[in-house]
Structure formats: structure tokens, C-alpha cells
């Protein structure tokens, strides 16, 4: 797909004085634009990306700013040309400060407290490039297995990233779901997808975070996500402990809930991601 400068331009109201391409992450594209009038937008957009996955990030972003605890890049334009691309806010990322993961967990838990209307959210999203319902459920147990473990499940046997022992593994797992969990609390306002790409510092030390697949959910999902492939110091945990501290077990069920990223991975990248997930289900049966 080729963006122009005119395609940009239309979106946002101003012509483009220049472009240049920056790292867009595995699955779009990205380039940064300097308008004519002195502002520096991210863009980012990929080959038959339809407009909803991004008007669905915009909608995103702007629910995890409203916690005011991250700094989160402000939408500009969700635009169109070949396929869809989505104009944000241009924010000048910067290395971690020295208090920069203290501050990230002590973040973290404050958008964690904002909480959210119920396990869900009032649209549907993506996650990488797949659809993610967020449908309401009446309990977490009930939410987690049928918006999140079996329909990635089964979108992971379909393309051949888990097999069928496995898809029936996940099946028996469902039914265990309310005594694995972990105590009730009410849903948080989660990111969805916080890996350390999706985390990010401004010079000041702001932390930021961007890419999310957000819904109201147990607070355990992200600081799961965040340990599957590193990138967070232990401190970052243990001021977020402070701060909002965590139900008994919770390591225990770390696991649990590296689950689902590791399908939605199967069903990406295959490889050894849907081995994985294997071992952790028969772990938990």
C-alpha cells in the first residue's frame, strides 16, 4: 500500500511538509509527518486495514487517557486511501528515566483503580490484527473463557497454531475457569496488550503507553502480559504492589493469563506459541 502526502493531508486538514518512515512494529506500517502548520503526527496503516481497527485504537487511547495516570497519544484523524490509516499525535519517546519503572507500575495501578463499567467494554477491538469481542459477562471466570480463551482458541486450531488435542484442552479448562481465577474484585480499566513495545517514556519521565485492546477486566491480565517477554524490572512490580496491592496467588496464576496472548500469537506467528499454550493448559488440568 502506498500513503501519499495528499492522502495525509486530507485527513487533517493541513499539508504535509514532510514524511519518514519509522518502525511500525509487526503489524502496520508507520511513518512521521511534519505539517505545514508546525505539527508532528505518527501515522501509521497497513495493507487492508479496514477503518474500524483504528477508529476501535483511537476509542481505545482516549479511554485510557481519561484515567489521566499514562500519557497516551492523542487521535488526530482516522483516514482513508488504499486502506485505512490512523494519524496520531507525534510524542518524542525518550530512554526510561532513573524512577522510570517505579513511576510505569505506580501508573499502572492508578489506571487499574479507574476501574470499568463491567468484565467488557462498548465495542468490539482488535488485538494485533484479530477481532476481540468484548461482549458484557456476568463474572470474570464467565468473561475471560467465552470473549477471550475459546474464541482465539478455536481461531488458533483453524490456522493450524494449536492442534486438536489441545482445542479440547481448552474446552475442559473452561469449565475449571471459576475456581482458577483468583478472588473476585471488581474490573479494571486494563490496557489489553502491554508487552514492553506498547510502553514508552517521555524526557520528563512521563510514562506513556500506546497500541492497546482495551476492556474492563482482571487486573492480573497486564502484569501477566508484561512478564511473558520481559521488559519490565522487578521494581515496576513491587511499586505497583505498593500502590494497588495484589491478591494472594497471584504469581500462581501468571501463567493463566499469559495464556490468551499465546493463542492470539499461535494464531499470528505459529511456531512454538501454541506448544506453549499446550503445556500451560495441561498445567492447569
Known sequence: MSLSA???????????????????????????????????????????????????????????????????????????????FLALEWLPFAP????????????????????????????????????????SAESWAEFYGARRLEPMARKAAAAGGIDEKTLLAVDSLLARLPELVGPEEPPARLHGDLWSGNAAFLADGSPCVIDPAVYGGHREVDLA?????????????????EVFPLA????????????????VHAVLFGGAYGATAATIINRYL
Open 6 to 84: 495528499e492522502h495525509i493531508a486530507a485527513a487533517v486538514g493541513s499539508p504535509v511538509a514532510d514524511m519518514t518512515p519509522v518502525a511500525g512494529g509487526d503489524i502496520n506500517r508507520a511513518l512521521r509527518a511534519t505539517l505545514e502548520d508546525g505539527r508532528q503526527i505518527f501515522v501509521k496503516y497497513r495493507r487492508g486495514a479496514k477503518a474500524e481497527m483504528y477508529e476501535a485504537e483511537a476509542d481505545g487511547l482516549a479511554w485510557l487517557g481519561r484515567a489521566e495516570t499514562f500519557r497516551v497519544p492523542g487521535a488526530v484523524a482516522v483516514g482513508r486511501a488504499e486502506s485505512a
Open 225 to 241: 502480559m508484561m512478564q511473558l517477554f520481559g521488559g519490565f524490572e522487578q521494581r515496576c512490580f513491587a511499586a505497583y504492589d
Open 248 to 263: 494472594p496467588g497471584w504469581q500462581e496464576r501468571v501463567p493463566l493469563y499469559q495464556l490468551y496472548p499465546l493463542l
Open 96 to 135: 526510561a528515566a532513573a524512577q522510570g519503572h517505579e513511576r510505569f507500575g505506580q501508573s499502572l495501578a492508578g489506571l487499574h483503580r479507574a476501574g470499568a463499567e463491567g468484565f467488557g467494554y462498548s465495542r468490539d477491538n482488535y488485538i494485533g490484527s484479530l477481532e476481540q469481542p468484548n461482549e
